[in-house]
C-alpha cells in the first residue's frame, strides 16, 4: 500500500488546547487570517510561549503534543504558504498595544535602523550602506547586510518608575 501523498490535515485543536485567555487577547488578530488557519495560528502561539530553547514550528507542535499527529506539516504552511499580511497584522498589534497599556496619553515611538551583517544564497535584500555604528562625521563605513528599522512604542509601566520600550524589527524599505 502507498502512503497518501496528500495526508489528512490535522484536525483544528480542541478548544482546551489553546488557554482562553490567549485566545481572548489574540481576538484582535482573528480578521487577519483565514478561518481554517486562524486555529493554527493560536496552536502556534501557544506553543511558540511555552517551548524552550528555539522557538521553531516543530518545537512549538511537540509543545502542544501534536508531534506525532498526521497533516504535522500543514501548521508549517501557515508561515510559508498561507495568505496574510504582515503589515496590517503590525498595525493592529500597534492599535492593541496602546489602546490596553496606554488609552489616553502621549505615544512615544522611537526609530532605529540596524544593518543585519547575513548573507547567503537566501538573502535576496542585501544591500550596501552606511554603517551608523562604525561610522563617524569624517569617518565614512560603508557595510553590505540587510537595513532593519526599528521601532520601539516607549511606554510608562505602573510599576516601574521608568518608561520602557519594546523593539519590533520590520525589513526597510
Known amino acids: 500500500m502507498t502512503p497518501d501523498p496528500h495526508p489528512t490535515p490535522i484536525d483544528p485543536p480542541p478548544a ?40 521553531t514550528v516543530s518545537a512549538a507542535l511537540r509543545v502542544m503534543g501534536l508531534a506525532d499527529q498526521p497533516g504535522f506539516g500543514r501548521y508549517h504552511e501557515v508561515l510559508s504558504e498561507a495568505r496574510w499580511d504582515g503589515r496590517a497584522l503590525a498595525r493592529t498589534l500597534l492599535r492593541h498595544l496602546i489602546d490596553q497599556l496606554l488609552p489616553e496619553g502621549e505615544v ?62 520590520v525589513p526597510a524599505a
Not at 18 to 33: E, K
Open 108 to 169: 512615544v515611538i522611537v526609530p532605529d535602523d540596524t544593518i543585519e551583517r547575513r548573507w547567503g544564497p537566501c538573502i535576496r535584500d542585501r544591500g550596501i550602506y552606511r554603517d551608523p555604528v562604525r561610522s563617524s562625521r569624517g569617518f565614512f563605513v560603508k557595510t553590505s547586510g540587510l537595513r532593519w528599522l526599528s521601532l520601539a512604542v516607549v511606554l510608562p509601566i505602573p510599576w516601574a518608575r521608568r518608561r520602557w520600550a519594546r523593539l519590533a524589527k
Open 16 to 55: 482546551a488546547a489553546v488557554p482562553a485567555l490567549l485566545a481572548a487577547w489574540l481576538a484582535p488578530f482573528r480578521d487577519g487570517f483565514a478561518a481554517a488557519v486562524w486555529p493554527r495560528v493560536l496552536v502556534l502561539i501557544a506553543g511558540a510561549a511555552l517551548a524552550p530553547g528555539q522557538r
